[in-house]
């Protein structure tokens, strides 16, 4: 009589500790607050649609979260992250890992996070409003910015330290003018959010031209502009705004 052939021993699934767990159940919080946050608007979160959402009892909240408000703190966090992350990606293609680029590219870096606000517009709108409140939420957007300014300022830096236009010695200088970069294009989100401004387009290209306008003038300032390949193509003399939406 033939044996019955045996199954293979089952390989034991691994399981998840109870930190693993923990952090899981508290994620899945997180990604349903961002999920109604995108679908509603900031005004519909509560912990019952947060839970309900997450497929979780509503008493558990409070054990991953002291309040509803840290919950909105660590979705608004976790979106400017993501954003900031694909924004800085982008900058540093266009910068660094393309030969022979120039200063136009960065209306090209631009364009993606202006359409990024839009599609998270809900958040940026909770990121500019809190930006520069003294509470937890404000003091970690304030922290993902300044790291967003130093990654931009680390691009640049390098950018035209491989056109020789700046020299070790201009960190700091060119620290000061990826600054006023940065607050120019929050302005232009701002603007955006607030329907002043309704072409992204137009907008990524008035926020490149600027940019590469105070950037050319700093280095004619220095007498360092020389033949640099971004001297003349992008810098028309009359200056040309973006089309805005009359009040």
């Not at 005004?43 to 909240?61: D, S, Y």
């Not at 364009?111 to 404000?138: A, K, N, Q, W, Y």
Request: hydrophobic share 40%; glycine share 6%.
């Amino acid at each position: 009589m033939a044996s019955a052939e045996t199954s293979p021993p089952a390989v034991p699934t691994a399981r998840l500790s109870r930190i693993e767990r923990r952090q899981r159940t508290r994620q899945r919080l997180i990604d349903a607050a961002i999920d109604i946050v995108r679908e509603n608007g900031a005004g519909a979160l509560t912990t019952v649609a947060i839970t309900r959402k997450a497929g979780i009892h509503q008493p558990a909240f409070y054990a991953h979260f002291e309040n509803i408000d840290e919950c909105i703190r660590e979705a608004a966090v976790q979106v400017t992250q993501h954003m900031t992350r694909l924004g800085l990606d982008e900058f540093h293609r266009r910068f660094l890992d393309v030969e022979g680029t120039d200063l136009v590219a960065m209306g090209e870096a631009v364009r993606p996070i202006l359409r990024s606000v839009l599609e998270e517009r809900r958040f940026v709108e909770v990121m500019i409003r809190h930006r520069f409140d003294s509470g937890l939420l404000g003091e970690r957007l304030r922290e993902e910015l300044a790291r967003t300014h130093q990654a931009i300022a680390d691009d640049v830096f390098a950018f035209l330290l491989k056109l020789n236009a700046v020299t070790q010695d201009d960190r700091d200088r060119v620290e000061m003018w990826t600054e006023f970069i940065l607050n120019s294009i929050l302005h232009g989100c701002e603007r955006l959010l607030a329907g002043r401004y309704t072409d992204v387009d137009e907008l990524a290209g008035f926020l490149a031209r600027d940019a590469v306008r105070l950037v050319e003038g700093e280095l004619r300032w220095l007498g360092r502009l020389g033949d640099l390949p971004f001297s003349h193509p992008v810098s028309p003399a009359v200056s040309d705004s973006p089309k805005r939406r009359d009040d």
